[in-house]
């Protein structure tokens, strides 16, 4: 699966930002999606995940309450509704792909990713 993530901007803290993924093939309820970040020095961690219905969700805790992700099966596509938003939020964020039904946080796990894309908050 190919994926291309879209919606990174400029936004000032409290605001709210969508991303969306759009993935390729065939064969995209075969997969588990997630969302990940990575700021300036820092690792990149984990920040939502969706099984393949869509009927379950998974959040780091530091975006729990304000991220609420979501995926269109029929369009091939899975987004990460961002709210309330804070200088802690800036990152490089890229949605991934895991073949399979275990759902999963670390990086590793995920081999699919799409290219990433900036998103910066001005507090």
């Known amino acids: 699966v190919q994926l291309q993530a879209s919606g990174g901007g400029l936004v000032q803290a409290g605001g709210s930002l969508r991303l969306s993924c759009a993935a390729s093939?065939?064969?995209?309820?075969?997969?588990?999606m997630g969302w990940f970040r990575q700021a300036p020095g820092k690792e990149r961690e984990f920040v939502a995940g969706?099984?393949?219905?869509?009927?379950?969700?998974h959040y780091a805790d530091s975006v729990k309450g304000r991220f609420t992700i979501s995926r269109d099966n029929a369009k091939n596509t899975v987004d990460l509704q961002m709210n309330s938003l804070n200088a802690e939020d800036t990152a490089v964020y890229y949605c991934?792909?895991?073949?399979?039904?275990?759902?999963?946080?670390?990086?590793?796990?995920?081999?699919?990713w799409g290219q990433g894309t900036l998103v910066t908050v001005s507090s």
């Open positions: 093939g065939r064969t995209f309820t075969s997969y588990l």
């Open positions: 969706i099984n393949w219905s869509g009927d379950s969700t």
């Open positions: 991934a792909a895991r073949w399979g039904t275990v759902a999963a946080t670390k990086s590793i796990n995920y081999p699919h």
